[in-house]
Protein backbone atom coordinates (compact mmCIF):
# COMPACT_ATOMS: atom_id res chain seq x y z
CA UNK A 1 0.00 0.00 0.00
CA UNK A 2 2.84 2.53 1.09
CA UNK A 3 4.73 2.10 -1.98
CA UNK A 4 1.86 3.71 -3.89
CA UNK A 5 1.09 6.11 -1.15
CA UNK A 6 4.94 7.38 -1.36
CA UNK A 7 5.59 6.91 -5.27
CA UNK A 8 2.55 9.36 -5.93
CA UNK A 9 3.57 11.50 -3.23
CA UNK A 10 6.83 12.28 -4.18
CA UNK A 11 6.24 12.24 -7.80
CA UNK A 12 5.11 15.84 -6.86
CA UNK A 13 8.62 17.27 -6.66
CA UNK A 14 11.59 15.88 -8.51
CA UNK A 15 13.84 16.14 -5.82
CA UNK A 16 11.89 14.00 -3.87
CA UNK A 17 11.56 11.53 -6.58
CA UNK A 18 15.16 11.32 -7.05
CA UNK A 19 15.27 10.39 -3.42
CA UNK A 20 13.25 7.44 -4.24
CA UNK A 21 15.24 6.43 -6.98
CA UNK A 22 18.63 6.98 -4.70
CA UNK A 23 16.99 4.79 -1.97
CA UNK A 24 15.93 2.02 -4.34
CA UNK A 25 19.04 2.45 -6.17
CA UNK A 26 21.19 1.50 -2.44
CA UNK A 27 18.72 -1.42 -1.66
CA UNK A 28 19.15 -2.62 -5.19
CA UNK A 29 20.82 -6.12 -3.40
CA UNK A 30 18.09 -6.05 -1.27
CA UNK A 31 16.25 -6.42 -3.87
CA UNK A 32 17.98 -9.17 -5.39
CA UNK A 33 17.96 -11.16 -2.67
CA UNK A 34 14.36 -10.95 -2.55
CA UNK A 35 14.01 -12.02 -5.82
CA UNK A 36 13.29 -15.66 -5.14
CA UNK A 37 11.11 -15.25 -1.91
CA UNK A 38 9.17 -13.53 -4.06
CA UNK A 39 9.04 -15.94 -7.13
CA UNK A 40 7.74 -18.49 -4.56
CA UNK A 41 4.65 -16.71 -3.70
CA UNK A 42 3.91 -16.29 -7.47
CA UNK A 43 4.59 -19.67 -8.68
CA UNK A 44 3.10 -21.45 -5.77
CA UNK A 45 0.40 -18.83 -3.97
CA UNK A 46 -0.78 -16.64 -6.81
CA UNK A 47 -0.23 -18.89 -9.83
CA UNK A 48 -3.05 -21.18 -8.39
CA UNK A 49 -5.24 -17.92 -7.15
CA UNK A 50 -5.17 -17.13 -10.97
CA UNK A 51 -5.99 -21.23 -11.24
CA UNK A 52 -9.34 -20.19 -9.71
CA UNK A 53 -10.52 -19.47 -12.89
CA UNK A 54 -11.68 -23.23 -13.43
CA UNK A 55 -14.33 -23.11 -11.01
CA UNK A 56 -15.91 -21.29 -13.52
CA UNK A 57 -15.43 -23.23 -16.35
CA UNK A 58 -15.52 -26.90 -17.58
CA UNK A 59 -12.18 -27.83 -17.06
CA UNK A 60 -10.70 -30.15 -19.68
CA UNK A 61 -6.73 -31.35 -18.93
CA UNK A 62 -6.42 -31.10 -22.50
CA UNK A 63 -7.50 -27.87 -23.36
CA UNK A 64 -5.93 -26.62 -20.19
CA UNK A 65 -6.87 -23.37 -18.38
CA UNK A 66 -7.09 -21.24 -20.66
CA UNK A 67 -8.47 -23.67 -23.54
CA UNK A 68 -11.43 -24.51 -21.46
CA UNK A 69 -14.93 -23.12 -21.80
CA UNK A 70 -16.24 -20.87 -19.77
CA UNK A 71 -19.99 -21.91 -17.77
CA UNK A 72 -20.36 -19.22 -15.61
CA UNK A 73 -21.85 -20.09 -12.30
CA UNK A 74 -22.84 -23.91 -13.70
CA UNK A 75 -20.82 -25.67 -11.53
CA UNK A 76 -21.62 -23.94 -8.18
CA UNK A 77 -24.98 -24.63 -8.94
CA UNK A 78 -24.08 -28.16 -9.27
CA UNK A 79 -22.25 -28.39 -6.49
CA UNK A 80 -25.25 -26.26 -4.40
CA UNK A 81 -27.38 -28.73 -5.36
CA UNK A 82 -25.70 -32.06 -4.22
CA UNK A 83 -26.39 -33.30 -0.79
CA UNK A 84 -23.29 -34.52 -0.22
CA UNK A 85 -21.64 -30.75 -0.25
CA UNK A 86 -23.98 -29.91 2.42
CA UNK A 87 -23.34 -32.81 4.72
CA UNK A 88 -19.81 -31.82 4.29
CA UNK A 89 -20.62 -28.06 5.68
CA UNK A 90 -22.97 -29.49 8.32
CA UNK A 91 -19.76 -31.78 9.59
CA UNK A 92 -17.17 -28.92 9.47
CA UNK A 93 -19.63 -27.45 11.73
CA UNK A 94 -20.81 -29.94 14.06
CA UNK A 95 -16.82 -31.20 14.77
CA UNK A 96 -15.33 -27.90 15.33
CA UNK A 97 -18.12 -27.22 17.42
CA UNK A 98 -18.45 -29.62 19.58
CA UNK A 99 -14.45 -29.58 19.82
CA UNK A 100 -14.51 -25.94 20.61
CA UNK A 101 -17.34 -26.40 23.28
CA UNK A 102 -15.24 -29.52 24.78
CA UNK A 103 -11.44 -27.71 24.37
CA UNK A 104 -12.15 -23.66 25.19
CA UNK A 105 -13.24 -24.35 28.46
CA UNK A 106 -10.43 -27.12 29.37
CA UNK A 107 -7.99 -25.03 27.85
CA UNK A 108 -8.51 -22.41 30.22
CA UNK A 109 -9.09 -24.57 33.15
CA UNK A 110 -5.74 -26.50 32.68
CA UNK A 111 -4.03 -23.06 32.13
CA UNK A 112 -5.19 -22.17 35.92
CA UNK A 113 -4.39 -25.12 37.07
CA UNK A 114 -0.81 -25.11 35.70
CA UNK A 115 -0.77 -21.46 36.91
CA UNK A 116 -1.70 -22.31 40.58
CA UNK A 117 1.13 -25.09 40.89
CA UNK A 118 4.12 -23.68 42.87
CA UNK A 119 6.17 -26.70 42.31
CA UNK A 120 8.25 -25.22 39.67
CA UNK A 121 9.88 -28.37 38.86
CA UNK A 122 6.27 -29.84 39.03
CA UNK A 123 4.77 -27.42 36.73
CA UNK A 124 7.54 -27.65 34.33
CA UNK A 125 7.26 -31.44 33.95
CA UNK A 126 3.23 -30.97 33.41
CA UNK A 127 4.18 -28.44 30.64
CA UNK A 128 6.48 -30.67 28.74
CA UNK A 129 4.67 -33.37 28.53
CA UNK A 130 1.12 -31.90 27.69
CA UNK A 131 3.10 -30.16 24.84
CA UNK A 132 4.40 -33.05 23.37
CA UNK A 133 1.23 -34.26 21.30
CA UNK A 134 0.68 -31.54 19.35
CA UNK A 135 4.11 -32.12 17.37
CA UNK A 136 3.28 -36.02 16.79
CA UNK A 137 2.10 -36.53 13.28
CA UNK A 138 -2.15 -37.41 12.54
CA UNK A 139 -1.01 -40.62 10.89
CA UNK A 140 0.81 -41.69 14.52
CA UNK A 141 -1.74 -40.09 16.79
CA UNK A 142 -4.60 -41.93 13.86
CA UNK A 143 -2.56 -45.77 14.34
CA UNK A 144 -2.40 -45.20 17.62
CA UNK A 145 -5.98 -44.30 18.24
CA UNK A 146 -6.79 -47.45 16.31
CA UNK A 147 -4.56 -49.38 18.13
CA UNK A 148 -6.55 -48.24 21.28
CA UNK A 149 -10.27 -47.55 20.32
CA UNK A 150 -10.72 -50.26 17.15
CA UNK A 151 -13.47 -52.98 18.13
CA UNK A 152 -11.40 -56.11 18.27
CA UNK A 153 -8.52 -56.28 19.93
CA UNK A 154 -8.62 -52.42 20.94
CA UNK A 155 -7.06 -51.51 24.21
CA UNK A 156 -10.02 -49.53 25.78
CA UNK A 157 -12.37 -52.70 24.50
CA UNK A 158 -10.43 -55.48 26.12
CA UNK A 159 -10.15 -53.43 29.09
CA UNK A 160 -14.35 -52.44 29.20
CA UNK A 161 -15.16 -56.26 27.95
CA UNK A 162 -12.64 -57.31 31.23
CA UNK A 163 -15.10 -55.01 32.99
CA UNK A 164 -18.10 -57.12 31.85
CA UNK A 165 -19.15 -54.30 29.67
CA UNK A 166 -19.93 -54.98 26.09
CA UNK A 167 -17.19 -53.48 23.65
CA UNK A 168 -18.16 -50.11 22.19
CA UNK A 169 -18.08 -49.43 18.14
CA UNK A 170 -15.84 -45.87 18.91
CA UNK A 171 -14.64 -46.13 15.38
CA UNK A 172 -17.72 -47.05 13.23
CA UNK A 173 -20.78 -45.58 14.35
CA UNK A 174 -21.49 -42.37 13.64
CA UNK A 175 -22.04 -41.02 17.48
CA UNK A 176 -18.80 -42.95 18.44
CA UNK A 177 -16.79 -42.04 15.86
CA UNK A 178 -17.76 -38.21 16.18
CA UNK A 179 -16.88 -38.96 20.11
CA UNK A 180 -13.23 -40.24 19.50
CA UNK A 181 -12.47 -37.51 16.82
CA UNK A 182 -13.02 -35.04 19.43
CA UNK A 183 -11.02 -36.73 22.13
CA UNK A 184 -8.22 -37.49 20.01
CA UNK A 185 -7.85 -33.77 18.84
CA UNK A 186 -8.47 -32.70 22.45
CA UNK A 187 -5.46 -34.91 23.56
CA UNK A 188 -3.24 -33.56 20.50
CA UNK A 189 -3.92 -29.81 21.39
CA UNK A 190 -4.87 -29.22 24.73
CA UNK A 191 -1.42 -28.56 25.82
CA UNK A 192 -0.32 -26.62 23.36
CA UNK A 193 -3.59 -24.44 23.52
CA UNK A 194 -2.32 -23.65 27.53
CA UNK A 195 0.70 -21.77 26.00
CA UNK A 196 -1.05 -18.42 25.20
CA UNK A 197 -2.38 -18.66 28.02
CA UNK A 198 0.54 -19.38 30.73
CA UNK A 199 1.80 -16.26 29.57
CA UNK A 200 -1.03 -13.95 29.93
CA UNK A 201 -1.02 -14.95 33.52
CA UNK A 202 2.50 -14.63 34.04
CA UNK A 203 1.21 -10.82 33.23
CA UNK A 204 -1.23 -10.31 35.96
CA UNK A 205 0.06 -7.79 38.51
CA UNK A 206 1.29 -9.72 41.82
CA UNK A 207 -0.22 -6.60 43.84
CA UNK A 208 -3.76 -7.22 43.15
CA UNK A 209 -3.11 -11.02 44.77
CA UNK A 210 -1.31 -9.41 47.32
CA UNK A 211 -4.38 -6.65 47.97
CA UNK A 212 -7.03 -9.59 48.01
CA UNK A 213 -5.58 -11.86 50.25
CA UNK A 214 -4.64 -8.48 52.93
CA UNK A 215 -9.11 -8.73 52.05
CA UNK A 216 -9.47 -12.07 53.52
CA UNK A 217 -10.50 -13.27 49.94
CA UNK A 218 -9.84 -17.67 49.67
CA UNK A 219 -7.96 -18.74 47.15
CA UNK A 220 -11.00 -19.76 44.63
CA UNK A 221 -12.51 -15.82 45.19
CA UNK A 222 -8.99 -14.85 44.00
CA UNK A 223 -9.20 -16.87 41.08
CA UNK A 224 -12.37 -15.37 40.24
CA UNK A 225 -12.01 -12.08 40.95
CA UNK A 226 -8.63 -11.20 39.89
CA UNK A 227 -7.33 -13.74 37.75
CA UNK A 228 -10.02 -14.43 35.85
CA UNK A 229 -11.20 -11.13 34.97
CA UNK A 230 -7.27 -9.87 33.96
CA UNK A 231 -6.71 -12.61 31.21
CA UNK A 232 -10.40 -11.53 30.10
CA UNK A 233 -9.47 -9.84 26.91
CA UNK A 234 -7.19 -12.71 25.99
CA UNK A 235 -9.79 -15.09 26.66
CA UNK A 236 -12.20 -13.37 24.76
CA UNK A 237 -9.65 -12.57 21.45
CA UNK A 238 -9.18 -16.31 21.62
CA UNK A 239 -12.80 -17.44 21.70
CA UNK A 240 -13.41 -14.54 18.26
CA UNK A 241 -10.26 -16.49 16.81
CA UNK A 242 -11.22 -19.90 17.25
CA UNK A 243 -14.83 -19.20 15.94
CA UNK A 244 -13.51 -17.36 12.98
CA UNK A 245 -12.36 -20.76 12.14
CA UNK A 246 -14.87 -22.66 12.27
CA UNK A 247 -15.29 -23.38 8.33
CA UNK A 248 -11.45 -24.41 8.39
CA UNK A 249 -10.92 -27.89 9.41
CA UNK A 250 -7.56 -30.10 9.01
CA UNK A 251 -7.73 -32.50 6.46
CA UNK A 252 -5.70 -35.00 8.26
CA UNK A 253 -7.97 -35.94 11.62
CA UNK A 254 -10.85 -36.45 9.58
CA UNK A 255 -9.52 -38.27 6.52
CA UNK A 256 -7.05 -41.28 8.94
CA UNK A 257 -9.44 -41.52 11.18
CA UNK A 258 -12.74 -41.65 9.40
CA UNK A 259 -14.06 -44.73 7.09
CA UNK A 260 -17.11 -46.12 4.71
CA UNK A 261 -19.16 -46.56 8.28
CA UNK A 262 -19.81 -43.13 9.41
CA UNK A 263 -18.66 -41.22 5.96
CA UNK A 264 -21.97 -39.70 6.88
CA UNK A 265 -20.59 -37.61 10.00
CA UNK A 266 -17.01 -37.95 8.86
CA UNK A 267 -16.98 -36.52 5.61
CA UNK A 268 -16.08 -32.61 5.66
CA UNK A 269 -15.49 -29.63 3.41
CA UNK A 270 -11.60 -30.64 2.96
CA UNK A 271 -11.46 -34.09 2.83
CA UNK A 272 -14.67 -33.51 0.70
CA UNK A 273 -12.44 -31.43 -1.72
CA UNK A 274 -9.72 -33.90 -1.86
CA UNK A 275 -11.97 -37.17 -2.67
CA UNK A 276 -13.85 -34.77 -5.16
CA UNK A 277 -10.65 -33.53 -6.97
CA UNK A 278 -8.11 -35.55 -6.43
CA UNK A 279 -9.84 -39.17 -6.29
CA UNK A 280 -12.51 -38.03 -9.01
CA UNK A 281 -10.78 -35.85 -10.62
CA UNK A 282 -13.37 -33.62 -10.73
CA UNK A 283 -11.35 -30.44 -10.87
CA UNK A 284 -13.93 -27.82 -11.76
CA UNK A 285 -16.05 -28.87 -8.63
CA UNK A 286 -13.33 -29.18 -6.27
CA UNK A 287 -12.11 -25.87 -7.16
CA UNK A 288 -15.30 -24.08 -6.66
CA UNK A 289 -15.86 -25.65 -3.40
CA UNK A 290 -12.33 -24.70 -2.30
CA UNK A 291 -13.10 -21.03 -3.20
CA UNK A 292 -17.01 -20.76 -1.55
CA UNK A 293 -14.94 -22.26 1.72
CA UNK A 294 -12.00 -19.37 1.23
CA UNK A 295 -14.58 -16.79 0.52
CA UNK A 296 -16.52 -17.53 3.33
CA UNK A 297 -13.65 -18.19 5.73
CA UNK A 298 -12.50 -14.46 4.67
CA UNK A 299 -15.72 -13.05 5.44
CA UNK A 300 -16.40 -14.51 8.63
CA UNK A 301 -12.26 -13.63 9.76
CA UNK A 302 -13.18 -9.86 8.71
CA UNK A 303 -16.71 -9.93 10.60
CA UNK A 304 -14.82 -11.60 13.59
CA UNK A 305 -12.50 -8.75 13.10
CA UNK A 306 -14.74 -5.88 13.29
CA UNK A 307 -16.16 -7.43 16.47
CA UNK A 308 -13.37 -7.97 18.55
CA UNK A 309 -12.57 -3.90 17.51
CA UNK A 310 -15.94 -3.25 18.10
CA UNK A 311 -16.18 -4.54 21.89
CA UNK A 312 -12.75 -2.72 22.02
CA UNK A 313 -10.23 -5.35 21.35
CA UNK A 314 -7.20 -5.61 19.47
CA UNK A 315 -8.35 -6.80 16.19
CA UNK A 316 -7.46 -10.17 15.04
CA UNK A 317 -6.15 -9.70 11.49
CA UNK B 1 0.90 -17.08 51.80
CA UNK B 2 2.29 -18.85 48.52
CA UNK B 3 3.45 -22.36 49.72
CA UNK B 4 0.76 -23.46 52.48
CA UNK B 5 -0.44 -26.69 51.91
CA UNK B 6 -4.31 -27.03 51.17
CA UNK B 7 -6.92 -29.65 49.99
CA UNK B 8 -7.38 -27.65 46.75
CA UNK B 9 -4.10 -27.76 46.44
CA UNK B 10 -3.46 -31.05 46.60
CA UNK B 11 -6.34 -32.27 44.65
CA UNK B 12 -4.89 -29.59 42.01
CA UNK B 13 -1.38 -31.42 41.73
CA UNK B 14 -3.47 -34.91 41.90
CA UNK B 15 -5.86 -33.97 39.09
CA UNK B 16 -2.34 -32.18 36.59
CA UNK B 17 -1.04 -35.92 37.81
CA UNK B 18 -3.70 -37.80 36.26
CA UNK B 19 -4.05 -35.47 33.00
CA UNK B 20 -0.42 -35.95 32.85
CA UNK B 21 -0.49 -39.72 32.69
CA UNK B 22 -3.47 -39.03 30.18
CA UNK B 23 -1.01 -37.50 27.76
CA UNK B 24 1.63 -39.91 28.15
CA UNK B 25 -1.06 -43.37 28.16
CA UNK B 26 -0.90 -43.48 24.82
CA UNK B 27 2.60 -43.27 23.85
CA UNK B 28 3.35 -45.95 26.84
CA UNK B 29 0.67 -48.03 25.33
CA UNK B 30 2.88 -48.09 21.86
CA UNK B 31 5.79 -48.61 23.65
CA UNK B 32 4.42 -51.50 25.93
CA UNK B 33 2.56 -53.02 22.15
CA UNK B 34 5.92 -53.10 20.44
CA UNK B 35 7.78 -54.88 23.22
CA UNK B 36 5.33 -57.65 23.89
CA UNK B 37 4.85 -60.78 22.82
CA UNK B 38 2.65 -62.14 20.34
CA UNK B 39 0.21 -64.00 22.98
CA UNK B 40 0.34 -60.76 25.56
CA UNK B 41 -0.67 -58.72 23.03
CA UNK B 42 -3.97 -61.59 21.36
CA UNK B 43 -4.86 -62.04 24.63
CA UNK B 44 -5.79 -58.06 25.33
CA UNK B 45 -2.69 -57.74 28.19
CA UNK B 46 -0.89 -55.53 27.60
CA UNK B 47 -1.63 -51.55 29.18
CA UNK B 48 1.39 -49.63 29.73
CA UNK B 49 4.45 -51.86 30.29
CA UNK B 50 5.67 -55.02 27.85
CA UNK B 51 4.19 -58.47 28.96
CA UNK B 52 6.39 -61.24 27.46
CA UNK B 53 9.97 -58.82 26.68
CA UNK B 54 10.84 -59.14 23.58
CA UNK B 55 12.88 -57.10 20.69
CA UNK B 56 11.25 -59.40 17.55
CA UNK B 57 8.98 -57.08 16.61
CA UNK B 58 12.24 -54.12 16.05
CA UNK B 59 14.04 -57.14 14.30
CA UNK B 60 11.57 -57.51 11.92
CA UNK B 61 10.62 -53.88 11.10
CA UNK B 62 14.38 -52.62 11.04
CA UNK B 63 14.91 -55.56 8.34
CA UNK B 64 12.51 -54.12 6.06
CA UNK B 65 14.18 -52.61 3.13
CA UNK B 66 10.76 -50.19 2.30
CA UNK B 67 11.35 -48.70 6.30
CA UNK B 68 14.86 -47.88 5.88
CA UNK B 69 13.98 -46.22 2.09
CA UNK B 70 11.48 -44.12 3.53
CA UNK B 71 13.06 -43.07 6.14
CA UNK B 72 16.31 -42.07 4.11
CA UNK B 73 13.71 -39.77 1.73
CA UNK B 74 12.16 -38.13 5.07
CA UNK B 75 15.20 -37.45 6.12
CA UNK B 76 16.26 -36.16 2.51
CA UNK B 77 13.24 -34.16 2.53
CA UNK B 78 13.47 -32.83 6.22
CA UNK B 79 17.02 -31.42 5.79
CA UNK B 80 16.82 -29.89 1.84
CA UNK B 81 13.23 -28.81 3.07
CA UNK B 82 14.37 -27.26 6.20
CA UNK B 83 17.38 -25.53 4.57
CA UNK B 84 15.66 -23.79 1.65
CA UNK B 85 12.81 -22.93 3.93
CA UNK B 86 15.20 -21.43 6.61
CA UNK B 87 17.32 -19.43 3.27
CA UNK B 88 14.00 -18.06 1.81
CA UNK B 89 12.19 -16.95 5.16
CA UNK B 90 15.82 -15.28 6.55
CA UNK B 91 15.88 -13.58 3.67
CA UNK B 92 12.38 -12.52 3.16
CA UNK B 93 12.41 -11.27 7.05
CA UNK B 94 15.50 -9.72 7.03
CA UNK B 95 14.72 -7.67 3.82
CA UNK B 96 11.47 -6.72 4.91
CA UNK B 97 12.48 -5.46 8.12
CA UNK B 98 14.45 -2.47 7.35
CA UNK B 99 11.84 0.27 7.66
CA UNK B 100 13.02 2.29 4.82
CA UNK B 101 13.10 -0.31 1.94
CA UNK B 102 11.02 1.57 -0.85
CA UNK B 103 7.95 -0.81 -1.02
CA UNK B 104 8.45 -2.71 2.15
CA UNK B 105 4.41 -2.39 3.10
CA UNK B 106 3.54 -3.62 -0.47
CA UNK B 107 6.09 -6.79 -0.29
CA UNK B 108 4.75 -7.63 2.98
CA UNK B 109 1.22 -6.88 1.88
CA UNK B 110 1.80 -10.05 -0.90
CA UNK B 111 3.20 -12.02 1.57
CA UNK B 112 0.47 -11.36 4.31
CA UNK B 113 -2.11 -12.22 1.93
CA UNK B 114 -1.17 -15.94 1.42
CA UNK B 115 -2.11 -16.68 4.67
CA UNK B 116 -5.85 -15.52 4.36
CA UNK B 117 -6.74 -16.37 0.84
CA UNK B 118 -4.83 -19.29 -1.67
CA UNK B 119 -5.78 -21.22 -4.60
CA UNK B 120 -7.09 -24.07 -3.12
CA UNK B 121 -5.94 -27.85 -3.47
CA UNK B 122 -6.32 -28.52 -7.28
CA UNK B 123 -5.23 -25.26 -8.87
CA UNK B 124 -2.01 -25.60 -6.26
CA UNK B 125 -1.69 -29.36 -7.33
CA UNK B 126 -2.01 -28.26 -11.24
CA UNK B 127 0.61 -25.80 -10.91
CA UNK B 128 2.95 -28.68 -9.14
CA UNK B 129 2.20 -30.96 -12.09
CA UNK B 130 3.35 -27.99 -14.06
CA UNK B 131 6.26 -26.85 -13.37
CA UNK B 132 7.25 -30.55 -13.34
CA UNK B 133 7.62 -31.79 -9.85
CA UNK B 134 4.94 -34.26 -9.99
CA UNK B 135 6.16 -37.50 -8.15
CA UNK B 136 9.98 -36.18 -7.41
CA UNK B 137 10.94 -35.01 -3.93
CA UNK B 138 10.77 -31.75 -4.84
CA UNK B 139 7.37 -31.55 -4.66
CA UNK B 140 7.62 -32.19 -1.14
CA UNK B 141 9.21 -29.05 0.48
CA UNK B 142 9.43 -26.64 -2.73
CA UNK B 143 5.47 -25.75 -2.95
CA UNK B 144 6.05 -24.92 0.94
CA UNK B 145 8.55 -23.65 1.27
CA UNK B 146 7.58 -20.54 3.28
CA UNK B 147 5.34 -20.43 6.21
CA UNK B 148 4.33 -16.79 6.83
CA UNK B 149 3.90 -17.63 10.18
CA UNK B 150 7.47 -18.43 10.95
CA UNK B 151 8.36 -15.22 8.39
CA UNK B 152 6.46 -13.11 10.92
CA UNK B 153 8.53 -14.36 14.03
CA UNK B 154 11.43 -14.16 12.21
CA UNK B 155 11.02 -10.53 11.46
CA UNK B 156 9.50 -9.60 14.83
CA UNK B 157 13.27 -11.13 16.19
CA UNK B 158 14.86 -8.96 13.56
CA UNK B 159 13.64 -6.06 13.98
CA UNK B 160 14.03 -6.05 17.83
CA UNK B 161 17.79 -5.89 17.07
CA UNK B 162 20.00 -2.89 17.76
CA UNK B 163 19.67 -1.20 14.46
CA UNK B 164 22.80 0.85 15.44
CA UNK B 165 25.14 -2.64 14.69
CA UNK B 166 23.99 -2.51 11.73
CA UNK B 167 24.43 1.32 10.90
CA UNK B 168 28.36 1.07 11.95
CA UNK B 169 28.99 -2.02 9.69
CA UNK B 170 27.23 -0.48 7.02
CA UNK B 171 29.24 2.86 7.01
CA UNK B 172 32.13 0.83 6.98
CA UNK B 173 31.15 -0.38 3.70
CA UNK B 174 29.75 -3.52 5.15
CA UNK B 175 27.09 -4.94 2.22
CA UNK B 176 23.88 -5.76 3.00
CA UNK B 177 24.70 -9.27 2.44
CA UNK B 178 27.43 -8.68 4.58
CA UNK B 179 25.42 -7.36 7.39
CA UNK B 180 23.16 -10.14 7.39
CA UNK B 181 25.86 -12.94 7.19
CA UNK B 182 28.49 -11.15 9.65
CA UNK B 183 26.21 -9.31 11.77
CA UNK B 184 22.50 -10.59 11.49
CA UNK B 185 22.99 -13.89 11.75
CA UNK B 186 25.37 -14.89 14.38
CA UNK B 187 23.49 -12.44 17.22
CA UNK B 188 19.89 -14.69 15.26
CA UNK B 189 21.08 -18.14 16.17
CA UNK B 190 18.36 -19.57 18.83
CA UNK B 191 15.71 -17.57 16.66
CA UNK B 192 16.96 -19.72 13.41
CA UNK B 193 17.30 -23.04 15.55
CA UNK B 194 13.41 -23.03 16.56
CA UNK B 195 12.62 -21.66 13.18
CA UNK B 196 14.45 -24.35 12.16
CA UNK B 197 13.05 -26.79 14.30
CA UNK B 198 9.53 -26.10 13.38
CA UNK B 199 10.15 -26.29 10.03
CA UNK B 200 12.16 -29.45 10.51
CA UNK B 201 9.16 -31.28 12.52
CA UNK B 202 6.81 -29.89 9.48
CA UNK B 203 8.94 -31.74 7.09
CA UNK B 204 8.92 -34.98 9.03
CA UNK B 205 5.18 -35.39 10.65
CA UNK B 206 3.57 -34.15 6.68
CA UNK B 207 1.99 -36.59 4.79
CA UNK B 208 -0.64 -35.42 2.94
CA UNK B 209 1.83 -33.81 0.27
CA UNK B 210 2.78 -36.89 -0.19
CA UNK B 211 -0.02 -38.30 -0.62
CA UNK B 212 -0.73 -35.70 -3.05
CA UNK B 213 2.46 -35.78 -5.05
CA UNK B 214 4.06 -39.08 -4.88
CA UNK B 215 2.96 -42.06 -6.86
CA UNK B 216 6.56 -44.41 -6.77
CA UNK B 217 6.25 -46.39 -3.69
CA UNK B 218 10.22 -45.94 -3.80
CA UNK B 219 9.74 -42.60 -2.73
CA UNK B 220 7.31 -42.81 -0.49
CA UNK B 221 8.14 -40.59 2.82
CA UNK B 222 7.72 -42.26 6.39
CA UNK B 223 4.32 -41.15 6.85
CA UNK B 224 3.21 -42.65 3.96
CA UNK B 225 4.55 -45.33 4.21
CA UNK B 226 3.25 -45.63 7.67
CA UNK B 227 -0.12 -44.93 6.31
CA UNK B 228 0.04 -47.99 3.67
CA UNK B 229 1.04 -49.99 5.87
CA UNK B 230 -1.07 -49.32 9.56
CA UNK B 231 -3.97 -48.64 7.08
CA UNK B 232 -3.52 -51.12 4.57
CA UNK B 233 -2.89 -48.82 1.88
CA UNK B 234 -6.92 -47.91 1.46
CA UNK B 235 -8.42 -44.96 2.31
CA UNK B 236 -11.56 -46.15 4.26
CA UNK B 237 -9.45 -48.74 6.25
CA UNK B 238 -10.06 -47.95 9.83
CA UNK B 239 -13.44 -49.55 9.25
CA UNK B 240 -11.58 -52.85 7.47
CA UNK B 241 -9.45 -52.93 10.77
CA UNK B 242 -12.63 -53.51 12.80
CA UNK B 243 -12.87 -57.20 11.10
CA UNK B 244 -9.89 -59.85 12.02
CA UNK B 245 -9.16 -60.61 8.25
CA UNK B 246 -7.65 -57.39 7.93
CA UNK B 247 -4.53 -58.21 10.21
CA UNK B 248 -1.90 -56.76 7.73
CA UNK B 249 0.50 -56.46 10.53
CA UNK B 250 0.45 -57.76 14.20
CA UNK B 251 -0.20 -55.03 16.51
CA UNK B 252 3.20 -55.36 17.89
CA UNK B 253 5.01 -54.51 14.18
CA UNK B 254 2.24 -52.06 13.98
CA UNK B 255 3.58 -50.07 17.07
CA UNK B 256 6.93 -50.77 17.02
CA UNK B 257 7.02 -48.62 12.75
CA UNK B 258 5.42 -46.03 14.74
CA UNK B 259 7.52 -45.93 17.64
CA UNK B 260 10.57 -45.92 15.42
CA UNK B 261 9.03 -43.18 13.25
CA UNK B 262 8.27 -40.91 15.71
CA UNK B 263 11.65 -41.40 17.84
CA UNK B 264 13.25 -38.31 15.86
CA UNK B 265 10.46 -36.33 16.70
CA UNK B 266 11.48 -36.98 20.47
CA UNK B 267 14.76 -37.17 20.08
CA UNK B 268 14.80 -33.66 19.12
CA UNK B 269 11.61 -32.76 21.52
CA UNK B 270 14.34 -30.75 24.07
CA UNK B 271 15.51 -28.46 22.26
CA UNK B 272 12.46 -27.70 20.45
CA UNK B 273 10.95 -27.36 23.95
CA UNK B 274 13.52 -24.63 24.82
CA UNK B 275 12.52 -22.43 22.32
CA UNK B 276 8.84 -22.66 20.76
CA UNK B 277 7.22 -20.72 23.64
CA UNK B 278 9.07 -17.77 23.02
CA UNK B 279 8.30 -18.39 19.02
CA UNK B 280 4.62 -18.76 19.86
CA UNK B 281 4.70 -15.50 21.97
CA UNK B 282 6.08 -13.44 19.51
CA UNK B 283 4.50 -15.04 16.62
CA UNK B 284 0.96 -13.96 18.33
CA UNK B 285 2.11 -10.28 18.68
CA UNK B 286 1.93 -9.39 14.78
CA UNK B 287 2.46 -6.38 13.19
Known sequence: MSIVGNSMGVGRSGTDRHKTMMRIRNYRWIYVMLVPVLLYFAVFKYAPMYGIVIAFKNYNVFKGITGSPWVGLAVFRKIFANSNFWHSIRNTFVLNLLTLAVSFPLTITVSLMINEVANRYFKKVVQSILYLPHFISWVVVASIVVNMFSQNGGTINLMIQKLGGSSVPFLSSNGWWIFTYVASNIWKEIGWGTIIYLAALTGVDESLYEAAYLDGATRFQRLIYVTLPSIKSVIVVMLILQISKMMTIGLDA???????????????????????????????????????????????????????????????? | MKNKITAGRVINVLLLTALTFICLYPFLNVLAYSFSGYNAVLTGNVTFYPKDFTLSAYQEILGKKQIWQSMRTTVTVTLAGTALSLVLTIIAAYALSITDLPGRKLLTGIILFTMYFGGGLIPTFLVVKGVGLYDTLGALFIPSAVNVFNFIVMRTFFRSLPSSLEEAARIDGASYLQVLVHIILPLSLPIIATIGLFYAVDYWNSYFNALLYIVSPEKYTLQLRLRSLLFGGELNSTANLEGVGSMVMSQSLKMATVAVSTLPILVVYPWLQKYFVKGVMVGSVKG
Do not use: W
Not at chain 1, 260 to 266: D, G, L, N, T
Open chain 1, 254 to 317: PLLLGNKKVMEVSEVISTYTYRMGIEQAKYSESTAIGLFQSVVNVVILAAADRFAKAIGEDGIL
